[in-house]
């Protein structure tokens, strides 16, 4: 009889094809055990895991994490500690067949690690090239801006590309953005916007530090981008970046900035847009001020402490990060996190964007590794929906974030 091994993790139709070629390469090197895949929207997912007892209850073996919740499920002791494992079966190439920028967010304060980097793609820009390059539209652009149509350097470009593309009744878009109320792709857009502009969530006290004129301004401009301007996909609150993503390569606009993953999925063969998308850094504040900002989120493999096979989990997730099915990830329209994987001819030829991903990591952040993070996302989120709804003023609703921020990290 065959030994039940079950892996959670979050639906994504890239997910499900790259996770079902690993899983029969699994079986087939390891027929005593049958690996069973269960996919979940992401708020079931965490809840799942953390609030209904999927870390330790023995019904999960191997669980994709985003780095977002791994200092709340490392602070409750949620998860296997790896190091062992690691040293006496390591993965093909580690740790230098990953840049570093993939190998930190997976450790606890003494540098223990609780997770192998499966799917990466920093949030970047995405545009229509045969828009931005046809010649008559960069006609009509100069004559109504006074300068030439070409890729945003500033988010005040940005703003000017947007409100040009916008033709509704074409069923185009000028851009599109993943406002759902997540805790993670709303949330993800203020940090950007924030950032870029010269702001900060918290101080090197882990202190708030976004009850500022600049984390303000970010905020209106992202709700001014859906509700004075009208540039976006209507109710944009309703959308997260996977549903975004698939708009955008159903054609549906101009340009947005997004997971680098969602560039893939633009490339596929039923996408109405293949060939056509672009890939280049976000743009930056503008002003003195303004800097070049992306984030840096990812997602690991890691095994719930309640397994009753960790040895097994483990070596299913070494195996899934090998050379070969890294790749597998890849060409299923993940995002793989080897550096071999983004250098490949076969992935360069179907997804030319993978040649960005270095450039992009240049200017990536990542988000505070403190236990309460999953708590001052929750804050963020409420904030930003709030704004965005237009439930409160851009004032109140950084007011009060601010405030209940303080109270938690207290």
């Not at 027929?31 to 007892?53: I, K, Q, V």
């Not at 702001?199 to 708030?208: A, I």
């Not at 990536?364 to 999953?374: K, S």
């Given at each position: ?83 062992e494992y690691l040293a006496a079966e390591p993965p093909d190439g580690w740790p230098d067949a990953w840049p570093p920028a993939l ?6 304060a003494a540098g223990a690690i609780y997770g192998l980097p499966y799917h990466d793609g920093p949030e970047c820009f995405m545009y ?132 680098c993953g969602f560039a893939a999925v633009a490339d596929l063969p039923e996408s109405q847009v293949r060939g056509k998308v672009r ?132």
């Amino acid at each position: 009889m065959s030994v039940p091994l079950h892996l959670v993790y979050r639906t994504f139709a890239s997910f499900d094809a790259s996770f079902g070629q690993q899983r029969d390469a699994f079986r087939a090197g390891s027929p005593t055990y049958d690996l069973t895949l269960e996919p979940l929207d992401l708020e079931p997912l965490h809840r799942r895991m953390f609030a209904e007892g999927g870390l330790t209850d023995g019904s999960v073996d191997v669980f994709l994490c985003v780095t977002d919740w791994l200092p709340q499920a490392i602070a409750r002791a949620g998860l296997v500690r790896l190091d062992e494992y690691l040293a006496a079966e390591p993965p093909d190439g580690w740790p230098d067949a990953w840049p570093p920028a993939l190998l930190g967010l997976q450790r606890d304060a003494a540098g223990a690690i609780y997770g192998l980097p499966y799917h990466d793609g920093p949030e970047c820009f995405m545009y229509r090239a045969d828009l931005f390059e046809d010649p008559a539209e960069g006609a009509r652009f100069r004559a109504r801006f006074g300068y030439d149509l070409r890729v945003p350097d500033t988010w005040g470009q940005f703003l000017d590309l947007a409100r040009f593309f916008h033709r509704p009744d074409a069923g185009l878009a000028g851009c599109l953005i993943a406002a759902y109320p997540d805790a993670h792709n709303n949330v993800y857009d203020f940090l950007i916007h924030l950032w870029s502009r010269g702001g900060e969530l918290l101080d090197r006290g882990n202190r708030v530090a976004f009850d500022t004129s600049i984390a303000r301004d970010a905020l209106q401009w992202y709700v001014d981008l859906a509700h004075r301007h009208g540039v976006t996909q209507p109710n944009p609150w309703e959308h997260d970046s996977i549903a975004s993503g698939i708009q955008f390569a159903q054609g549906r606009a101009a340009m947005m900035w997004n997971w680098c993953g969602f560039a893939a999925v633009a490339d596929l063969p039923e996408s109405q847009v293949r060939g056509k998308v672009r890939v280049t850094q976000i743009p930056q504040g503008d002003g003195p001020a303004g800097v070049r900002a992306s984030l840096n989120i990812y997602w690991v493999l890691t095994v719930p402490a309640g397994s009753r096979h960790p040895h097994a989990a483990y070596r299913f997730c070494r195996g899934a990060i090998g050379p070969a099915m890294d790749l597998a990830t890849s060409l299923a329209g993940g995002n793989g996190c080897r550096l071999s994987t983004w250098s490949h001819p076969a992935v360069l030829r179907q997804f030319p964007y993978y040649a960005a991903i270095p450039q992009i990591h240049q200017h990536t952040r990542t988000l505070p590794a403190i236990p309460r993070l999953a708590g001052l996302l929750d804050v963020l989120n409420r904030m930003v929906d709030d704004a965005m709804r237009l439930r409160k003023s851009v004032d109140l609703a950084i007011r009060d974030g601010a405030a209940e921020a303080r109270d938690l990290l207290q």
